[in-house]
């Protein structure tokens, strides 16, 4: 019976907090997409709005063009909302190896991000060195992006400042939910239940 009632905690809490992909619109059909320039310090953005609660962010994936990765350089980073355009610099992203071609690039924070219900987001793709460009792919019927959190917008712009629209912009964010305060009551409560009847259970066997 203990080995069953910590089983059922066990799957409770996985159940609870594992990451799930809760924004995205890969795959991409089609090769269009927006050119990032080191030299004209392009960035192009995706914008969010949190649903269902606060989470702690994992990744985001992106689907890129690369004619020669060793002559760009990318930054992936989250930025505050500020009146419906990025504002302040959350964090960054290690960014993975990129190659020739065209691919999905898994990106993780540098340190622990929390997305709190109710609040806007923007995703930010710059080249910050090089005159070559890469290509942040929209496919030729660009689609937006649906899922847990809501949709806001995709801009560019050449300076970070001023920003300007842009077709959907392909992009998966993964996260895990963070628990209710009550919900952490919960699950100890079920655990200390679960030690209890055990407790009582080797007691009745010894008597």
Known sequence: MKNVNILTISLFITSVSC???????????????????????????TGFTVNGGSYTLDSVDL?????DPTQVTPE????????????????????????????????????????FNGTDYWIVLENTLGTFDFNWVQGNSP???????????????????SWDGEPPLTIQISATQ????????????L??????AFKRKGANKTE
């Open 19 to 45: 990451a799930d992909v809760v924004f995205t619109n890969l795959p991409v059909s089609g090769t269009l997409g927006y050119p990032l320039n080191g030299s004209d310090d392009t960035h192009a953005a």
């Open 63 to 67: 689907h890129l063009f690369f004619a």
């Open 76 to 115: 992936l980073s989250i930025y505050s909302d500020s009146a419906g355009v990025p504002g302040t610099l959350i964090e960054t992203f290690t960014n993975p190896t990129f190659s020739v071609g065209y691919a999905d690039y898994n990106f993780t924070p540098d340190d622990s991000v929390n997305l």
């Open 143 to 161: 689609v937006t992006p649906t899922g847990d959190f809501s949709y806001i917008d995709s801009y560019y712009s050449f300076d970070g400042i």
């Open 178 to 189: 963070i628990p209710e305060p009550g919900l952490f009551g919960l699950i100890t409560g």
């Open 191 to 196: 655990a200390s239940l679960s030690v209890i």
